[in-house]
């Protein structure tokens, strides 16, 4: 059995509340990827988060109420918590608080197989756990803190955070090998056309790239089932060449911590001549979902050229596409699942391979 777990998310200002039952949606999902049962959810509306206990007391005793009714293992915060907020959450609600930072974490840390992916995965979890040391410094030397919470509480404190600073600073220069490796292997490959896979985590990028190069990747209808980057060579019916890179897919407020530790990993995207953007097409939240790894793409400094790739065409009904094409005149539409399109796809490659 796992984990029982209450989530609870919060329209903030003026968010459209059906972005915040998208989320939450997929807040179910990562909770249900990370082997937690969900039991319960909890939405609330307010302008802004409550500084202390982010929902705002009320509401948090109510859920700490939903907590020990359901004998709730664990209460999931679709927003990131202040180190002092998930505290104070914590001793209110009597069991273990998260938010989705650290979910998100805790998937990556279950997925992750190679020591790349493991080092850049521990990485974020410690930079993460650190900034939350920092905060916690600040709060005990506060004042208000009172006898006892100084002394050995802080010297403990900066024992973690000094034996927390030496294992980030390790993780550091593994990684910094690991960047080497893959920049030398770079060097060797350069003068062949690279094109990136991104999009979305489940969007089928993996999918797509077993079309195309037959590489054997692992797809699964979970998120975040690849880690790491793998390239293949594909060789064209009209003998042309190019290297295809599939890696991690992207998510809604995707911790940074997550973006700056795989930033090896995702070298390789910001240094192909091209990136395939993958887009679940049949989701509603497809939009949403377009901006969230535009951001992300964004974020790494990967300003290349972008050919949108609608997948999943064989469950689009006739409408959307039309509509989908009018407003993007660019883009291919192909069916990774039975190869529809390809050709197309393969034709959109090789005129970006002539233009360079
Ligand atoms: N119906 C349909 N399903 C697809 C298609 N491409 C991928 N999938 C499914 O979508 C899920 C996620 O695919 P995957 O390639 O692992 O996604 P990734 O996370 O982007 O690498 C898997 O269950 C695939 O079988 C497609 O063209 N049509
Ligand atoms: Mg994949």
Known sequence: MGERAILVGTVLGRTPPADEEESLRELSRLAESAGASVIDLVVQRRPRPDAAYFVGKGKAAEIGLAAERSAADLVIFDHDLSPSQAAALGTLLGCRVIDRAELIMDIFALRARSAEARIQVELAQLSYRFSRLAGAGIEMSDPGGGIGTRGPGEKQLELDRRKIRDRIAHCKRELKKVEQQRRTQRKSRSGTF??????????????????????????EDRLFATLDATTRQVVLRSGERFLLTDTVGFIRRLPHQLVASFKATLEEVVEADLILHVVDTPHAARLAEIAAVRSVLDEIGAGQTELLVFNKTDRLDDHTRRELEWHNPGAVFVSALDGTGRGDLEARITAAMARR
Not at 197 to 218: D, E, F, H, Q, W
């Open 194 to 219: 690279k094109v990136a896979l991104a999009g979305y985590t489940n969007a089928g990028k993996s999918t797509l790239m077993n079309l195309l190069a037959r590489a054997g990747v692992r797809t």
